[in-house]
């Protein structure tokens, strides 16, 4: 493998951004210079490109450090690993963890990756010294896998799956999993029953379900945020599902009485923003009354806020 290191700067530090799912996040480009990634989905807001197994041209940590370091201050909730493609295909992240580990501070470090080099047991071993993980995991079938992801040759979903699991037994920081919904391809009862069964036996700490929101690379579509409602009802009850995408979020502003207010909330806990799409004025303030009179409680998932009915709390301290 040829690698060119380079230490000059090219815009490595980006941000910071205020995430609704992370907090006010700083990023860090681990392939600033070109597109270097072992998939080419359909839906990459980047351009279209051979996939890789490995980086071809990488940055020195020295150089990530140096430009990181006067960023750094209280207001940056997570240092986020990302690239222009893989981040995992940084040949120098285990080092590059190390040495933000020793200037971080009470700073989260998170990687956003799309869980195929988990198999490597360096990388996977990598990843177990990160406060935060987010796996991408957008289907379980290997045709539909191949269509959407268009990975490289050498990946095998069956054991990315596997590794995905064995990862969540070991983990001890917040992991998150993102399944990302393209139309008609993941969104069809079978794929979402098989990512449903996957998925129960991943320790996660939340699991995201988002679809297209920005222009992709290849001409696919997004699905709504009423189908993506419709899907996460399909999911196992016990599941920590949230619906992250709202690009297509037209208002549904349906009607809900006490007793369905209170088992869409048992079916599937909703965010704020997702009570205003669902539910019209006078659910609202249905929905507001029964907080007051305790009917519903709030459950924090790391920076999002869930309603729920207060009697699931109950049944989980009588568990």
Same mark, same amino acid.
């Given at each position: 493998? #040829?690698?060119?290191?380079?230490?000059?700067?090219? *815009?490595?530090?980006?941000?910071?951004?205020? =995430?609704?799912?992370?907090?006010?996040?700083?990023?860090?480009?681990? =392939?600033?210079?070109? @597109?270097?990634? #072992?998939?080419?989905?359909?839906?990459?807001? /980047?351009?279209?490109?051979?996939?890789?197994?490995? !980086?071809?041209?990488?940055?020195?940590?020295?150089?990530?450090?140096?430009?990181?370091?006067?960023?750094?201050?209280?207001? %940056? &909730?997570?240092?986020?690993?990302?690239?222009?493609?893989?981040?995992?295909?940084?040949?120098?992240?285990?080092?590059?963890?190390?040495? %933000?580990?020793?200037?971080?501070?009470?700073?989260?470090?998170?990687?956003?990756?799309?869980?195929?080099?988990?198999?490597?047991? #360096?990388?996977?071993? =990598?990843?177990?010294?990160?406060?935060?993980?987010?796996?991408? /995991?957008?289907?379980?079938?290997?045709?539909?896998?191949?269509?959407?992801?268009?990975?490289?040759?050498?990946?095998?979903? =069956?054991?990315?799956?596997?590794?995905?699991?064995?990862?969540?037994?070991?983990?001890?920081? @917040?992991?998150?999993?993102?399944?990302?919904?393209?139309?008609?391809? *993941?969104?069809?009862?079978?794929?979402? !029953?098989?990512?449903?069964?996957?998925?129960?036996?991943?320790?996660?700490?939340?699991?995201?379900?988002?679809? %297209? &929101?920005?222009?992709?690379?290849?001409?696919?579509?997004?699905?709504?945020?009423?189908?993506?409602?419709?899907?996460?009802?399909?999911?196992?009850?016990?599941?920590?599902?949230?619906?992250?995408?709202?690009?297509?979020?037209?208002?549904? *502003?349906?009607?809900?009485?006490?007793?369905?207010?209170? #088992?869409?909330?048992?079916?599937?806990?909703?965010?704020?923003?997702?009570? *205003?799409?669902?539910?019209?004025?006078?659910?609202?303030?249905?929905?507001?009354?029964?907080? @007051?009179?305790?009917?519903?409680?709030?459950?924090?998932?790391?920076?999002?806020?869930?309603?729920?009915?207060?009697?699931?709390? !109950?049944?989980?301290?009588? @568990?």
């Amino acid at each position: 493998m #040829n690698v060119t290191v380079s230490a000059e700067k090219n *815009n490595i530090i980006f941000g910071p951004i205020n =995430s609704r799912r992370f907090g006010m996040s700083l990023g860090i480009d681990l =392939s600033p210079s070109h @597109k270097q990634c #072992n998939f080419d989905c359909l839906y990459c807001e /980047l351009a279209p490109s051979v996939t890789v197994k490995s !980086q071809s041209k990488t940055i020195t940590v020295a150089s990530i450090i140096n430009e990181l370091k006067p960023h750094l201050n209280d207001t %940056i &909730d997570v240092i986020t690993l990302t690239a222009n493609g893989e981040p995992t295909l940084y040949p120098l992240l285990d080092e590059l963890i190390e040495q %933000i580990d020793l200037i971080k501070k009470d700073t989260q470090t998170l990687i956003l990756t799309n869980s195929a080099t988990l198999v490597d047991d #360096n990388i996977f071993n =990598s990843l177990l010294k990160l406060d935060q993980v987010k796996l991408s /995991l957008d289907a379980i079938s290997e045709d539909i896998f191949t269509k959407i992801d268009r990975p490289h040759k050498s990946i095998d979903i =069956s054991q990315v799956v596997d590794k995905v699991i064995a990862f969540s037994e070991v983990y001890t920081g @917040k992991l998150f999993i993102e399944i990302l919904f393209v139309y008609e391809l *993941n969104d069809t009862k079978e794929e979402i !029953q098989k990512l449903n069964e996957v998925l129960k036996h991943i320790k996660c700490h939340r699991v995201d379900l988002g679809t %297209i &929101d920005r222009p992709p690379a290849y001409p696919v579509s997004g699905i709504s945020y009423k189908e993506l409602h419709s899907i996460s009802l399909m999911f196992d009850k016990a599941l920590p599902i949230h619906i992250a995408s709202r690009t297509h979020a037209e208002p549904n *502003n349906s009607s809900y009485t006490d007793e369905e207010i209170v #088992n869409t909330l048992d079916k599937r806990p909703l965010t704020i923003d997702d009570i *205003n799409l669902l539910f019209d004025k006078e659910t609202i303030s249905r929905f507001e009354r029964m907080l @007051k009179d305790t009917t519903l409680s709030t459950k924090n998932v790391g920076n999002l806020v869930f309603y729920i009915p207060t009697t699931n709390i !109950q049944r989980k301290r009588i @568990k």
